[in-house]
DNA sequence: CGTAAATGTTTTTTT
DNA sequence: AACATTTACG
């Protein structure tokens, strides 16, 4: 219908656009310009305002294509959104920015980053290889890395990219022991990425604002290129993206957000949920407007819902409310362990199947991917098609990663993470050993690491085997460039690239069927290279194509791979399930410990796990089970399970069997407050507590130091002052 | 330098 | 339990 009217400007068009949108809806697309917020509860449309204010922005000559700046968080939801809108405007959106955060400042860095002694072909480091860089920092430094966990500091210096403070920054603000070594991590972690011409993923954001800061002809440019700036998800910004909205914002304001305090749960990535709160204070002026009706589920999930998010403080305040019925009641099911949870969920999906449902309209969610095994070997064994959104994406597994680290290598011969990648992947007899010397010659001597493994000769200490295996690589690797820089096509070079460097061979020279699916993802890539190929007339960038290619791969994500209409069944974590719908929804493991997890437990981040629950349950529309298990797998040792606090902040007549379901069920339904989940062993409990003098058959008299679940105490002895763990059960101790 | 065994680590959630 | 990293040895 609006999809086939080519052009909307017309005023009876417009009323058209208009007349499919709700009061407050309707108030929000044609809030006329400055600061707007939107508080749009689960499923009340909040997509569908953004669509239709874009296009009504444009039909009413607010704005000009290119003068839009639409951001999301998801390349899923960027996507989405160029396709909805291309549907309202019935023409092409190219000259639009519909795209994430990170895409946006990427796009903006690789014409700027030169202003900040970056080239145009900076790589961009992913988690995983940023947390590899922290640890050669921390290697260097001389640090145990077992006490310092790359995971730990580089999370640090990611949540201090966030706050938008530089090493320096950091350094003044240092507290404690760990801070003075995250601040000496930090630092040199900082010069060594500027020496490889990369930036990691935080500092896409913080660049950009970097670059607006300093350069006010800069700002002013991009503010006044971005008449009209709409953001989506708007309780998950964090202090850098808002800081990056304020900068390009100018001034008139014209800053459309959108968003739901209620779904805010990327704390641990730094989102602010006052950036929303207090959105009102940062723009007086602001319009807000409440979406609160809902046109996805029934009445009861929606109830639960708002039941369970009720137990927050500190919200905005917003009640869903439907008009589409009561519904079919909340099902809550107890199971013995992961495994049988897993046999009654496939079941349930088999009768629900049966009964003539598509597979499609099903979907399974849990709170950490590790979950998703039991049940994806069930789903195996009963042959039930399904699909796994996010876990180990397809771009992080070792060999894509390999193959992209061959291309990063040929556009930025400074990229030193990738160099050491790929310099022994196939095997060529450049080992550790050999390798680190060509590293720190480079380092010595200032010269790029490709410099100095093509003059392998000059490097002090190498053997003339690693000589000759440098020589013949570089070899390989130059001629591998040449051709880079004709710019031939992206797929031929990546192509070129795995057979000449011997990495096809090695993976065939394996003869296992991990290999072979290896070399199937491969050429899986190279199929992608091809498509980029393609594509490539229609873009209108004025980058080189591997240089586009690795800028467009580097941030894309797995859950960008979802498929609606083929029959499978959906898999995916609580986070990744944000801005779906499903028919059916199962939600898995709703146990203490495990959701909410225990970690956030510990750090009293409980709400945020709460709020994850409220987006679960508000994902189904039709039917809603739960489901937890008395016992569950963990690292290999079984742990004890209580059902999730979640689960009992539901009214028990929103539930199947009705008010008395609590009771006829069993203290099972009802979790205890503030109760753990605890690890089971066979060692029988023991009544050790901490301070307890003990005396051991063999290490003689000791004082327990602390209690862990598991019946595992531990105990500092006398005799040689040693700390040992010890289960209590079995261990010859007794107390004095 | 490479392999195999031993040891240690991981499980929050993601662009 | 599965995987990565370190160590020992050939």
């Given at each position: 219908?609006?999809?086939?009217?080519?052009?909307?400007?017309?005023?009876?068009?417009?009323?058209?656009?208009?007349?499919?949108?709700?009061?407050?809806?309707?108030?929000?697309?044609?809030?006329?310009?400055?600061?707007?917020?939107?508080?749009?509860?689960?499923?009340?449309?909040?997509?569908?305002?953004?669509?239709?204010?874009?296009?009504?922005?444009?039909?009413?000559?607010?704005?000009?294509?290119?003068?839009?700046?639409?951001?999301?968080?998801?390349?899923?939801?960027?996507?989405?959104?160029?396709?909805?809108?291309?549907?309202?405007l019935?023409?092409?959106?190219?000259?639009?920015?519909?795209?994430?955060?990170?895409?946006?400042?990427?796009?903006?860095?690789?014409?700027?980053?030169?202003?900040?002694?970056?080239?145009?072909?900076?790589?961009?480091?992913?988690?995983?290889?940023?947390?590899?860089?922290?640890?050669?920092?921390?290697?260097?430094?001389?640090?145990?890395?077992?006490?310092?966990?790359?995971?730990?500091?580089?999370?640090?210096?990611?949540?201090?990219?966030?706050?938008?403070?530089?090493?320096?920054?950091?350094?003044?603000?240092?507290?404690?022991?760990?801070?003075?070594?995250?601040?000496?991590?930090?630092q040199?972690?900082?010069?060594?990425?500027?020496?490889?011409?990369?930036?990691?993923?935080?500092?896409?954001?913080?660049?950009?604002?970097?670059?607006?800061?300093?350069?006010?002809?800069?700002?002013?440019?991009?503010?006044?290129?971005?008449?009209?700036?709409?953001?989506?998800?708007?309780?998950d910004?964090?202090?850098?993206?808002?800081?990056?909205?304020?900068?390009?914002?100018?001034?008139?304001?014209?800053?459309?957000?959108?968003?739901?305090?209620?779904?805010?749960?990327?704390?641990?990535?730094?989102?602010?949920?006052?950036?929303?709160?207090?959105?009102?204070?940062?723009?007086?002026?602001?319009?807000?407007?409440?979406?609160?009706?809902?046109?996805?589920?029934?009445?009861?999930?929606?109830?639960?819902?708002?039941?369970?998010?009720?137990?927050?403080?500190?919200?905005?305040?917003?009640?869903?409310?439907?008009?589409?019925?009561?519904?079919?009641?909340?099902?809550?099911?107890e199971?013995?362990?992961?495994?049988?949870?897993?046999?009654?969920?496939?079941?349930?999906?088999e009768?629900?199947?049966?009964?003539?449902?598509?597979?499609?309209?099903?979907?399974?969610?849990?709170?950490?991917n590790?979950?998703?095994?039991?049940?994806?070997?069930?789903?195996?064994?009963?042959?039930?098609a399904?699909?796994?959104?996010?876990?180990?994406?397809?771009?992080?597994?070792?060999?894509?990663?390999?193959?992209?680290?061959?291309?990063?290598?040929?556009?930025?011969?400074?990229?030193?993470?990738?160099?050491?990648?790929?310099?022994?992947?196939?095997?060529?007899?450049?080992?550790?050993?050999?390798?680190?010397?060509?590293?720190?010659?480079?380092?010595?001597?200032?010269?790029?690491?490709?410099?100095?493994?093509?003059g392998?000769?000059?490097?002090?200490?190498?053997?003339?085997?690693?000589?000759?295996?440098?020589?013949?690589?570089?070899?390989?690797?130059?001629?591998?460039?040449?051709?880079?820089?004709?710019?031939?096509?992206?797929?031929?070079?990546?192509?070129?690239?795995?057979?000449?460097?011997?990495?096809?061979?090695?993976?065939?020279?394996?003869?296992?069927?991990?290999?072979?699916?290896?070399?199937?993802?491969?050429?899986?890539?190279?199929?992608?290279?091809?498509?980029?190929?393609?594509?490539?007339?229609?873009?209108?960038?004025?980058?080189?194509?591997?240089?586009?290619?690795?800028?467009?791969?580097?941030?894309?994500?797995d859950?960008?791979?979802?498929?609606?209409?083929e029959?499978?069944?959906?898999?995916m974590?609580?986070?990744?399930?944000?801005?779906?719908?499903?028919?059916?929804?199962?939600?898995?493991?709703c146990?203490?410990?495990v959701?909410?997890?225990?970690?956030?437990?510990?750090?009293?981040s409980?709400?945020?796990?709460?709020?994850?629950?409220?987006?679960?349950?508000?994902?189904?529309?039709?039917?809603?089970?739960?489901?937890?298990?008395?016992?569950?797998a963990?690292?290999?040792?079984?742990?004890?399970?209580?059902?999730?606090?979640?689960?009992?902040?539901?009214?028990?007549?929103?539930?199947?069997?009705?008010?008395?379901?609590?009771?006829?069920?069993?203290?099972?339904?009802?979790?205890?407050?503030?109760?753990?989940?605890?690890?089971?062993?066979?060692?029988?409990?023991?009544?050790?507590?901490?301070?307890?003098?003990?005396v051991?058959?063999?290490?003689?008299?000791?004082?327990?130091?602390?209690?862990?679940?598991?019946?595992?105490?531990?105990?500092?002895?006398?005799?040689?002052?040693?700390?040992?763990?010890?289960?209590?059960?079995?261990?010859?101790?007794?107390?004095?």
């Amino acid at each position: 219908m609006l999809g086939s009217v080519p052009h909307p400007a017309a005023s009876d068009q417009l009323d058209e656009l208009l007349q499919a949108l709700n009061p407050p809806q309707r108030e929000a697309v044609t809030w006329p310009g400055g600061p707007l917020l939107v508080l749009a509860g689960a499923g009340s449309g909040k997509t569908r305002v953004l669509t239709h204010r874009i296009a009504w922005l444009i039909g009413t000559e607010r704005a000009r294509p290119g003068e839009i700046l639409s951001i999301t968080f998801t390349n899923r939801a960027a996507q989405e959104m160029r396709e909805r809108v291309e549907l309202l405007l019935g023409r092409d959106t190219r000259s639009m920015w519909l795209m994430t955060f990170h895409s946006a400042c990427a796009r903006i860095l690789r014409a700027e980053a030169p202003r900040l002694g970056y080239t145009r072909t900076f790589t961009i480091y992913d988690q995983a290889d940023s947390r590899r860089l922290v640890k050669r920092c921390l290697d260097e430094l001389g640090l145990d890395t077992k006490r310092y966990t790359p995971a730990a500091i580089q999370h640090q210096i990611s949540a201090a990219k966030n706050w938008l403070r530089s090493a320096e920054d950091y350094r003044q603000l240092v507290g404690d022991h760990f801070e003075t070594i995250v601040a000496d991590v930090y630092q040199l972690y900082e010069r060594d990425l500027h020496r490889m011409n990369a930036m990691d993923f935080d500092d896409l954001l913080l660049r950009v604002v970097n670059v607006l800061e300093l350069f006010p002809e800069v700002k002013a440019r991009y503010a006044t290129a971005f008449r009209h700036i709409l953001v989506d998800e708007y309780q998950d910004t964090n202090h850098a993206q808002y800081r990056l909205l304020q900068l390009l914002s100018g001034d008139e304001d014209n800053l459309s957000v959108v968003g739901d305090d209620d779904q805010s749960i990327y704390g641990f990535r730094q989102a602010d949920i006052r950036n929303i709160l207090d959105f009102q204070d940062d723009f007086p002026a602001a319009k807000i407007v409440r979406l609160e009706q809902n046109y996805r589920s029934t009445q009861t999930i929606l109830s639960a819902a708002n039941a369970v998010v009720s137990h927050n403080r500190g919200r905005m305040g917003k009640s869903l409310w439907t008009d589409v019925g009561e519904g079919d009641p909340i099902v809550i099911r107890e199971l013995d362990d992961e495994h049988a949870e897993a046999r009654y969920v496939v079941g349930e999906i088999e009768r629900i199947v049966d009964e003539g449902v598509s597979r499609a309209e099903i979907a399974v969610f849990y709170r950490m991917n590790s979950q998703s095994r039991v049940l994806e070997d069930t789903l195996v064994r009963r042959e039930i098609a399904y699909q796994v959104i996010g876990g180990t994406k397809f771009y992080e597994r070792s060999e894509i990663k390999d193959a992209i680290a061959y291309l990063s290598v040929l556009a930025n011969e400074q990229d030193v993470i990738s160099f050491q990648r790929i310099a022994n992947a196939p095997r060529r007899g450049i080992g550790q050993t050999s390798l680190s010397r060509v590293l720190s010659h480079a380092e010595t001597v200032g010269i790029t690491v490709w410099e100095a493994a093509a003059g392998a000769a000059l490097v002090p200490g190498l053997g003339t085997a690693a000589v000759r295996a440098l020589d013949r690589f570089m070899a390989t690797m130059s001629s591998l460039r040449d051709r880079a820089v004709q710019d031939v096509p992206v797929g031929d070079l990546l192509e070129a690239v795995l057979h000449e460097s011997g990495y096809f061979e090695w993976l065939e020279a394996e003869r296992t069927i991990e290999a072979q699916g290896r070399t199937e993802n491969l050429h899986e890539l190279i199929e992608v290279a091809r498509e980029f190929d393609a594509a490539a007339a229609s873009r209108d960038d004025a980058m080189r194509p591997l240089e586009a290619f690795l800028a467009q791969i580097a941030l894309v994500a797995d859950a960008d791979s979802r498929r609606d209409d083929e029959g499978l069944i959906t898999l995916m974590t609580l986070h990744n399930a944000k801005g779906l719908e499903y028919p059916i929804v199962f939600i898995i493991g709703c146990e203490e410990g495990v959701f909410p997890h225990s970690r956030s437990i510990d750090e009293g981040s409980l709400e945020e796990e709460r709020r994850l629950c409220y987006v679960g349950i508000t994902r189904a529309m039709r039917n809603l089970t739960m489901t937890y298990a008395r016992r569950r797998a963990v690292f290999g040792a079984h742990a004890m399970g209580l059902a999730s606090r979640f689960l009992s902040e539901i009214p028990p007549d929103l539930v199947e069997g009705g008010s008395n379901a609590a009771a006829a069920a069993g203290p099972q339904i009802r979790a205890r407050p503030h109760s753990w989940a605890q690890t089971q062993t066979e060692a029988p409990p023991s009544d050790l507590r901490m301070g307890d003098d003990v005396v051991h058959a063999a290490f003689g008299e000791g004082v327990v130091t602390g209690v862990e679940p598991g019946g595992i105490v531990v105990v500092r002895f006398a005799g040689d002052g040693s700390e040992r763990k010890l289960m209590a059960g079995y261990a010859p101790i007794t107390k004095r």
